[in-house]
């Protein structure tokens, strides 16, 4: 019997590319996916005269809404005439980083949030028409009519990522409402980005049932509302064996929080304000449970004097294989490998002695 296999890709769409996905019938005898192609003039990803894209599978899972023998396919972006990961494909950098500092096994743990719209575009719980509901204060974790909205939704969804086969680990009503989370890890730095590809595709298309979009935009609402996060928890080898090295990883991230925050995701700066739960984007803080910094450090981890740390600015709307990329990154030339303690720096060369100008 031949079945489904849905090959999906990310596209070339800016600010932040969108999800694509075409079927493929595969044959019995096929086991794994082949690599295939697509028409990229009609992604933003190539110009007409020179169109095929290569389609490379990287991961594959159970189709839980095909059920059967049908898959899902996440893939890279080749081109077609080099072979070379195409530009817009982050996953290749991110796994060149996670080979390189492979011996800190970095595990990275992404709380995905998201808001559900109507067709015109006001999320589910405000009024059609216009207008706002109650403030905020019921929605975050409730249960009820008029506090919570789309929870059939999110029930299957929950269970679509169950059955693919997913690490999702949780997932929650949000503070706004129409706004949910769902978490994916702990993974490598790799796997987290595909599989939380594959659990937002199987989002969005199962959303389409009920004609609910679903928005990763990081302040679907202006005003008195929370934004739309992806809460980035860490940790690598010596994170989870000493609380020293959990520390320094706060103080590495910090001492690159501008080249960090600024690949965090389209329009952060409407998002981390210094309220509704964050840190103003252009300041760098931690602390342990406070929500109210850039990184926060759980109170079981503090308490247990080993474990995680929580980068909470990225954004809903992020790309996860460069988030995972960067924090990696910084982390390992940061700390040494199996202590966690600094990496001490070679001293600086000192700068050689401006000659004076002779003439003016
Ligand atoms: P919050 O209290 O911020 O809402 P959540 O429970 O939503 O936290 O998410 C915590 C995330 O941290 C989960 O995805 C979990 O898998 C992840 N996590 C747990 N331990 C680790 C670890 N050692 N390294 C990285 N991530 C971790
Ligand atoms: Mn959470
Ligand atoms: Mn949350
Ligand atoms: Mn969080």
């Known amino acids: 019997m031949a079945y489904q296999a849905e090959y999906i890709w990310l596209d070339g769409t800016e600010p932040t590319n969108l999800l694509r996905s075409k079927t493929r019938i595969l044959h019995d005898e096929i086991s794994e996916p082949p690599i295939w192609g697509f028409?990229?003039?009609s992604t933003n990803q190539a110009t007409g005269d020179?169109?095929?894209?290569v389609l490379k599978p990287v991961f594959h899972c159970h189709d839980p809404i095909r059920g059967g023998r049908n898959v899902l396919v996440m893939c890279e972006v080749m081109i077609a005439s080099t072979g070379r990961p195409h530009a817009t494909d982050t996953r290749a950098a991110c796994a060149r980083?996670?080979?390189?500092?492979?011996?800190?096994?970095?595990?990275?743990?992404?709380?995905?949030?998201?808001t559900m719209l109507r067709a015109d575009g006001t999320p589910l719980g405000f009024p059609e028409g216009g207008g706002q509901p109650a403030p905020q204060g019921p929605y975050y974790c409730g249960v009820g009519t008029g506090r919570i909205m789309g929870r059939e939704i999110i029930e299957r969804h929950t269970q679509a990522c169950i059955d693919a086969g997913l690490s999702i680990s949780g997932t929650n009503p949000e503070v706004m409402p129409g706004q949910w989370e769902f978490q994916i890890g702990p993974?490598?730095?790799?796997?987290?980005g595909d599989q939380l590809h594959v659990a937002r595709w199987l989002l969005h298309r199962i959303a389409e049932d009920y004609d609910v979009i679903i928005s990763l935009d990081a302040k679907p609402v202006r005003g008195d509302w929370n934004g739309a996060g992806c809460h980035t928890n860490f940790s690598n080898?010596?994170?989870?064996?000493?609380?020293?090295?959990?520390?320094n990883a706060c103080e590495a991230v910090g001492d690159n929080y501008m080249k960090l925050v600024e690949n965090y995701g389209h329009d952060i700066q409407?998002?981390?304000?210094?309220?509704?739960?964050?840190?103003?984007w252009d300041k760098f803080s931690y602390g342990v449970s406070d929500r109210g910094?850039?990184?926060?450090?759980?109170?079981?981890?503090?308490?247990d004097g080993k474990g995680y740390a929580e980068d909470r600015r990225p954004n809903a709307n992020c790309d996860p294989y460069v988030v995972s990329r960067m924090i990696t990154e910084v982390i390992?030339?940061?700390?040494?490998?199996k202590t966690g303690k600094k990496v001490k720096k070679a001293p600086a060369k000192k700068a050689p002695k401006k000659v004076a100008a002779t003439t003016k």
């Not at 020179?50 to 894209?53: G, H, I, L, V």
């Not at 993974?187 to 987290?192: F, H």
């Not at 926060?296 to 503090?302: G, K, S």
Request: hydrophobic share 30%.
């Open 97 to 114: 980083t996670e080979k390189k500092y492979a011996d800190r096994e970095m595990w990275f743990g992404l709380e995905q949030e998201y």
């Open 332 to 337: 390992c030339e940061s700390l040494e490998p």
């Open 293 to 303: 910094s850039s990184i926060r450090i759980p109170w079981q981890v503090e308490k």
């Open 270 to 280: 409407s998002r981390l304000t210094g309220l509704h739960e964050t840190a103003p």
């Open 187 to 192: 993974l490598g730095p790799t796997a987290v």
């Open 237 to 247: 080898v010596a994170m989870r064996e000493n609380y020293e090295a959990i520390i």
């Open 39 to 41: 028409d990229g003039s």
């Open 50 to 53: 020179k169109s095929d894209c």
